[in-house]
Nanobody, 120 residues
Framework: QVQLVESGGGLVQAGGSLRLSCAAS????????MHWYRQVPGKQREWVAT???????NYADSVKGRFAISRDNANNTEYLQMNNLKPEDTAVYYC??????????????WGKGTQVTVSS
C-alpha cells in the first residue's frame, strides 16, 4: 500500500504565504506525475498544479505566478509554495500521485487533505 500525507496548511492573512508538503510512503517502485488539487465545500475538486518526474510543471490559471510546485524525488515528497494568497484560495488542499508499485503496475493515490484558510 501507498500513503500520501499532506502537511503545512493553516490560517494566513491575504498576501501571505504557506508551503504545503506531501510525503509518499509504502510500497513505491517509482513516482511519475505528482499533483495538487483543492476543494471548497459544495464545489467540485479543482486541479491546481502538476509536476512530472523530470520536473516539468503546469498550473491552473488561477494560481499561475503565485504558486510553485516542486518535488524531492529522493524522499518521495512534493511541495506547493503558495505566495500572495487570496481569500479565494481558501480550500482543502489534496496531493495526488501516479505511483508505480512495481515495474508494470501504476496507480493513482490521494492524500486526505490539509485545510488552507486565507483571511481578508
Amino acid at each position: 500500500q501507498v500513503q500520501l500525507v499532506e502537511s503545512g496548511g493553516g490560517l494566513v492573512q491575504a498576501g501571505g504565504s504557506l508551503r504545503l508538503s506531501c510525503a509518499a510512503s509504502g510500497s513505491i517502485f517509482s513516482i511519475n506525475t505528482m499533483h495538487w488539487y483543492r476543494q471548497v465545500p459544495g464545489k467540485q475538486r479543482e486541479w491546481v498544479a502538476t509536476i512530472t518526474s523530470d520536473g516539468t510543471t503546469n498550473y491552473a490559471d488561477s494560481v499561475k505566478g503565485r504558486f510553485a510546485i516542486s518535488r524531492d524525488n529522493a524522499n518521495n515528497t512534493e511541495y506547493l509554495q503558495m505566495n500572495n494568497l487570496k481569500p479565494e484560495d481558501t480550500a482543502v488542499y489534496y496531493c495526488s500521485a501516479n505511483v508505480k508499485v512495481n515495474s508494470y503496475d501504476s496507480r493513482r493515490y490521494w492524500g486526505k487533505g490539509t485545510q488552507v484558510t486565507v483571511s481578508s
